[in-house]
């Protein structure tokens, strides 16, 4: 499977890693849209929140559980936002389910 995400799993491309365990993995994304730009995502092919299950929600709901002790260790004091776009209309240009981590500025609402 041709997968962007799936090949930073796998350490076939590099990337700045800030958190790891079983089954997820968060990293600096390559264009930050923020002063804090991290991207979270579950080490399954998960292609977009279409996708989300009974089966398979565990996984989402452990990075909603890690996101808040990344946004602290990445000093995100002041609030945080988290976003996934999922499908054309939203912009999703990786189809590998992940989240937004962005903060470190303030944001409008609501978004464009
Ligand atoms: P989305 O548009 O919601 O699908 O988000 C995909 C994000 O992945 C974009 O913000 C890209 O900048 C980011 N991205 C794409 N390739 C990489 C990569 N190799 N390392 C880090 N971030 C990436
Ligand atoms: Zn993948």
């Not at 990293?27 to 977009?48: E, G, N, T």
């Not at 990445?74 to 999922?86: E, F, K, M």
């Amino acid at each position: 499977m041709d997968c962007v995400f799936c090949a930073i799993i796998n350490g076939e491309i590099p990337s700045s890693k800030v958190y790891e365990d079983d089954t997820i993995v968060a990293f600096k994304d390559l264009s930050p849209q923020a002063p804090v730009h991290i991207l979270v995502i579950p080490k399954q092919h998960i292609k977009w929140g279409y996708d989300v299950t009974p089966e398979n929600s565990a996984v989402v709901a452990h990075i909603f559980e890690t996101i808040p002790k990344i946004a602290k260790e990445q000093g995100l004091d002041n609030g945080y936002r988290v976003v996934n776009n999922c499908g054309e209309s939203a912009g999703q240009s990786v189809l590998h389910l992940h989240f937004h981590l962005l903060g470190g500025r303030d944001f409008t609402w609501p978004p464009g």
